[in-house]
């Protein structure tokens, strides 16, 4: 027998996301996106995406079901993302899932949105092992998992204490005047520049802070950093060396994040890492956890990058796997939770 078929639905930030899975099968994933709005406001306005997300749901469900080639009440149960994430386009999200639940009379899973960054690895790389690391890195979020089942066992043994990864990127992309977002701008810069021209601190990675926050993240004081170097040669009315700085600062980021994450497995045995989130296309993070992984005897699985941003097939696979597991489907009333805990993989 065919397993069941379930369709996902995702709108925690600025992209409605569609799709329908089938086991680790994805059948087709349509995402579209409000980036083009918010890019004039250098930063992600709520109502604006709100809604966008209004006007392309409806169309967005239709596309992905003819792509698919299937009918709505072929559906066996409905995914979406329950948190974390902007409560105005969360719930526009929860509502058309659950009107789709009740209109087809089948069950609803209200789903963690940072956990399916990790479960969206199934559909591309197959069964997870029994245990793996999960780096989530993307504009809104660095978190570290293990995870024992994708279904109903996730710990979060670290997460950022301010910026996220991809902000972190996109605040120093602003203060060297790089179009917004500027995490990609100042990749490209880097590739071009020598990432030991500057040493830029690496934060709780020694003494006391470590050991208070051994798997987390801080990326803010270097960005402050980062603006006092510039601002310092801009004063002496010198030249920015802008390659120098993207590649200093990028290598900044990719050392700590690979480093805490390498730690992490080895303390608990784990030889599986899955790198998500958006912030994965980043080279410098890509070939240092290459490099990195290889030398510690770890499988890396990186998506390919579409899968990496915010998509519908992340919590339709999330869903998939809620289902297979057995586990209860939520109820119709379940509240959104912009700051949902990682911990909990569904409502
Ligand atoms: O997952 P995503 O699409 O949206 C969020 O949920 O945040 O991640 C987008 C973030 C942005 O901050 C963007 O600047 C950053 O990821 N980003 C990059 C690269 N591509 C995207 N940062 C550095 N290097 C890249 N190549
Ligand atoms: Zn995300």
């Known amino acids: ?184 701008h100042i990749d490209r810069l880097a590739r071009e520049g020598n990432p030991h021209a500057i040493r830029f601190p690496r934060a709780l990675t020694g003494g006391r802070d470590k050991e208070k926050h051994l798997y987390d993240f801080s990326f803010s004081g270097l960005k402050t950093s980062v603006a006092r170097w510039v601002e310092a040669r801009h004063d002496a009315g010198e030249d920015i060396p802008l390659n120098d700085v993207a590649a200093s600062f990028a290598d900044a980021v990719a050392d700590v994040l690979t480093a805490k994450t390498i730690a992490a497995c080895q303390r608990h045995d784990i030889d599986t890492l899955v790198i998500g989130g958006g912030f994965s296309a980043n080279s410098q993070l890509r070939d240092m956890a290459a490099q990195r992984c290889a030398q510690a005897g770890i499988t890396l699985r990186i998506p390919p990058i579409r899968y990496c941003t915010d998509n519908g097939a992340m919590i339709a696979s999330l869903g998939a796997s809620l289902v297979a597991a057995n586990v209860a489907p939520s109820t119709l009333d379940f509240p959104v939770d912009s700051s949902m805990p990682l911990m909990i993989t569904h409502v």
């Not at 995406?49 to 209004?54: E, N, P, Q």
């Not at 043994?157 to 995490?183: H, I, M, N, Q, W």
């Open 1 to 184: 027998m065919s397993q069941p078929l379930i369709l996902g639905i995702e709108t925690s930030c600025d992209e409605t996301g569609v799709a329908l899975v089938r086991g680790h099968d994805l059948l087709f994933d349509a995402v579209a996106s409000s980036m083009d709005e918010h890019a004039r406001f250098g930063g992600i306005i709520p109502e604006v995406a709100s809604r966008a997300h209004l006007e392309a749901m409806i169309p967005t469900i239709r596309r992905a079901l003819t792509e698919a080639n299937v009918d709505l009440t072929d559906v066996d149960a409905v995914a979406v993302t329950a948190g974390p994430g902007l409560v105005g386009p969360l719930t526009i999200g929860a509502s058309a899932a659950k009107a789709l639940a009740v209109a087809i009379n089948k069950p609803l899973y209200g789903v963690n949105h940072v956990v399916g960054h990790a479960a969206v690895d199934q559909l591309v790389h197959g069964a997870f092992p029994e245990r793996f690391m999960a780096l989530v890195v993307s504009g809104g979020h660095s978190s570290l998992l293990m995870v024992e089942d994708i279904a109903t066992s996730v710990r979060e043994l670290g997460s950022t204490l301010d910026d996220a990864a991809g902000e972190a990127f996109d605040k120093v992309g602003r203060l060297l005047d790089l179009p917004y977002p500027g995490g990609p």
